[in-house]
């Protein structure tokens, strides 16, 4: 098993107009690794995850799963999403 993070999030950013809605959030999360995401409603939760699965882009920063580059190889990923196991 490797070390490499399947999931790489860098400083993410994500405004809505004059919203924001996550500002500067940074994680790995590494092969076998149990990942929760915990906040109050409004935290900005949904909105990561949506970032994640290529549903929105970032306003700033950088997302990968499995090394590929959320917002330049959004097909892939998408296929990749789907086969990522514990």
């Not at 500002?23 to 590494?30: A, G, I, L, P, Q």
């Not at 915990?38 to 949904?46: E, M, S």
């Not at 995850?49 to 990968?64: D, F, S, V, W």
């Amino acid at each position: 098993m490797s070390d490499r993070p399947i999931i790489r999030v860098q400083h993410i950013v994500k405004s809505f107009g004059t919203v924001m809605a996550v500002n500067d959030v940074s994680f790995e999360v590494r092969p076998g690794e149990i990942f929760a995401c915990l906040g109050p409603n409004g935290a900005g939760k949904t909105t990561i995850i949506k970032m994640l699965t290529t549903l929105l882009r970032p306003t700033t920063g950088a997302l990968e799963l499995d090394g590929l580059d959320v917002t330049t190889h959004r097909t892939e990923v998408r296929k990749r999403f789907s086969k990522i196991e514990a």
